[in-house]
């Protein structure tokens, strides 16, 4: 499986746990009422559910996937940004 291959199904794990978030906060909201400790809830499973995104690097160069400069954006790179690699198809 390509780096870009893992990356993607990163951001489709990432969409998943998001809806999964979102509606455990809206349901707790609906029977319980606001709960800060539910939004900080899913606030964390988002966060360990991301760690996984910080090792998705260019196998030559070692840039993350995710990282655009100073911004992390949702999709990957399909090609490298700094040294160009195609990270669609499996290294050797």
């Given at each position: 499986m390509s780096t870009y291959d893992r990356a993607t199904r990163h951001a489709w794990w990432m969409l998943g746990?998001?809806?999964v978030a979102v509606l455990f906060?809206?349901?707790?909201?609906?029977?319980y009422g606001h709960s800060t400790l539910a939004f900080a809830a899913a606030i964390v499973g988002l966060?360990?559910?991301?760690?996984r995104m910080l090792s998705l690097n260019c196998p030559h160069c070692g840039k993350n996937l995710f990282f655009r400069g100073l911004f992390v954006v949702p999709w990957p790179n399909?090609?490298?940004?700094?040294?160009?690699a195609a990270l669609d198809r499996e290294s050797r």
């Open positions: 746990a998001l809806t906060v809206a349901v707790v909201d609906r029977f966060v360990v559910a991301n760690r399909r090609t490298c940004g700094k040294c160009g």
